[in-house]
């Protein structure tokens, strides 16, 4: 009995102290909407929100004195945030100077700066984004829009952090749409970004080529883009063309061997490379084609007609389409054109005789007859469904399988309503020997 009532007495009294503790706990919350005015031409002019970044609240009793962490948070999908602080005791009475700082870093993707260099510390800047000329002394504090934009205060209106915030809306577009095709066909591993690059001494060779170029690399997963003395490689297509270099790294099963074919012939542009070589940087740029065209309603180029490729290839060979970046462009654009069979593949100088300085397919003739066509519409989803197993338990696609027939077989295993005989008609597309027109391979 005596136990019993000394428990009770014991809980009350930690009832008692919590009280006073709460008590003594004053409550704070900072918010506002971060937003970017975009630079792009690309992109015109749209006010996009800053989703996902990191918010650091900072506070100090000093205008230029120390700041120290108060608490951190998240933007939302509207570019909002809203963090909670508290106090306690004392120091609820007295006002503070506030900070706030936003850090382009979460767990998809982090944006790292131009000094960025091989410690895993200070890759990531967070930047002053607000600070109180006086003492804050209310509980709420919303500090409304804060706009990424020319002349904008603190950090803001900075040229290379302003870029990044616009990098960072970009790369969330395409997250969300990739994403939207289902788990599997998010990233899987964290992007990093370094912007700007430029690690020569020289920008330019000699003979005035540009000795550095922006690219992706699959080892540590990071996005490298040039700006130098004469280039600024910051073009949606180029930021697109990279990010999708890493998607392929991170679905496709083990190596690219992309790293020892570059150390063996210190490029991966050779005259005739390797299938699996060539795949890489056609695949990237037929990606970032799709994904200009559907989330940022760009036109995509069309796929090469025959006469390049020819001239290109050198050879009449089919195989040497599948050894060019150029040759599995044009398949997968051409798999993914609607009205193909409104296109000629033939070049300038070809049956058609027009004698124009484009290596684009165009418009054929359409006044001379109408045709019934039949054709399975292959999607950007399609085309990289390609890339996951194939059935449960299985594997992602291995570099062995990165050739021409390979690849369709996986793609006619993907998509149900697809043949490998109607498949097989792309190959007739980019084969510099063949003289089929889409109309004649789909339509009667
Ligand atoms: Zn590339």
Redesign the pocket.
Known sequence: MKNHILKILFLFFLYSLSFIVMAGECKYQVSGTIQVKTILKELKKQTLPIIGAKVKIFKSQLHKGIYVPWGEGKTKSDGSFSIPLTLKGKKCETGRFIKVKLKFQNDLLELRHKHAGFSPFFKVKANTIYRSSEKVTTSELDLGKMIFKKNANYSLGVGDFRKHAELWTIYSKVFDYLKSFGEEFGFQKRVAVKYPHNSLISDYGPDGKRLERS??NELNQTIYIIKNSRTDDFTLRTLV??LM?IWAYQHIKGPSGLVGYWLQNLTTHTPFAPAHIAFH?GF??FAAQRILQEVFEKKASKPYNRSFLTTLLAGKKLKFSEGKDSGWTSLLLSMTLENIQNYTYFGPGDVYGEDLDKKKIIKRDLSQSEYLCERTFITLKDILSTFLPLSQGGENVKRAKLNFGDFLNRLVKRVPELTSKEARKYIELVNPRSYKEPFELFCN
């Open positions: 690219y992706a063309h990279e270099h940087e990237a740029e």
